[in-house]
Each structure stands twice: as structure tokens, then as C-alpha cells.
């Protein structure tokens, strides 16, 4: 059975840096991308960043040069450092991990964390 478990989320002020953490269980995630979407109240889900099993990053616009992805294939974790956090950072933080072979895709998602900002 996978299992995601995040942590790292908390109240920190503008200008202030979180490290967000997301463990996988349940398998060898190796060949799976990993990557951090982010809800707020009353918008829909966007991706934050992601990495794919060949390291290769993609950022949101919004926070490219602020957010860095990163994993460690040894830990089966991924972990997304976010400095110089915005009030509109403001979200519930989710991971996902995902990998498709052939016509299935495995998509895995942990159970969020509340990220807040505060002006």
C-alpha cells in the first residue's frame, strides 16, 4: 500500500522560508516523477514545482528563484524548500508522485499541509 506522508508546513511571516517534506512508503519510487501542488481558499489546484526520475525541474512562474524541489531517491522523499514566502503562498500544500507506463498512469497524492504567510 503507498502512503505519502508530508510535514513541514506551518505560520511563518513575509520573507520567511518553510521546508516542506513528503515520505513515500509502499514501493520504490525511483522511476516516479515527484512533484508539490498548492490549493488556496476558492482557487484550484496548481502545480508548484516538480522533478522527474532524471532530476529534470519545473517551476511555476510564480515561484521560480524563491522554491527549490529537490529528492532523495535513497529516503523515497521529496522535499520543497520555499524561501522569501508571499501572503499569496498562502495554500494547503499537497505531493503528488506519479509514473506512466504504457496507457496506465500511477498517480499517488499525500494528504496536504497548511502553509500560511502572514503579512
Known amino acids: 500500500q503507498v502512503q505519502l506522508v508530508e510535514s513541514g508546513g506551518g505560520l511563518v511571516q513575509a520573507g520567511g522560508s518553510l521546508r516542506l517534506s513528503c515520505a513515500a512508503s509502499g514501493r520504490t519510487f525511483s522511476l516516479y516523477a515527484m512533484g508539490w501542488y498548492r490549493q488556496a481558499p476558492g482557487k484550484q489546484l496548481e502545480l508548484v514545482a516538480d522533478?522527474?526520475?532524471?532530476?529534470?525541474?519545473n517551476y511555476a512562474d510564480s515561484v521560480k528563484g524563491r522554491f527549490t524541489i529537490s529528492r532523495d531517491n535513497a529516503k523515497n522523499t521529496v522535499y520543497l524548500q520555499m524561501n522569501s514566502l508571499k501572503p499569496e503562498d498562502t495554500a494547503v500544500y499537497y505531493c503528488?508522485?506519479?509514473?506512466?507506463?504504457?496507457?496506465?498512469?500511477?498517480?499517488?497524492w499525500g494528504q496536504g499541509t497548511q502553509v500560511t504567510v502572514s503579512s
Open positions: 522533478i522527474t526520475s532524471a532530476a529534470s525541474l
Open positions: 503528488n508522485i506519479y509514473r506512466v507506463v504504457g496507457r496506465y498512469e500511477y498517480s499517488y
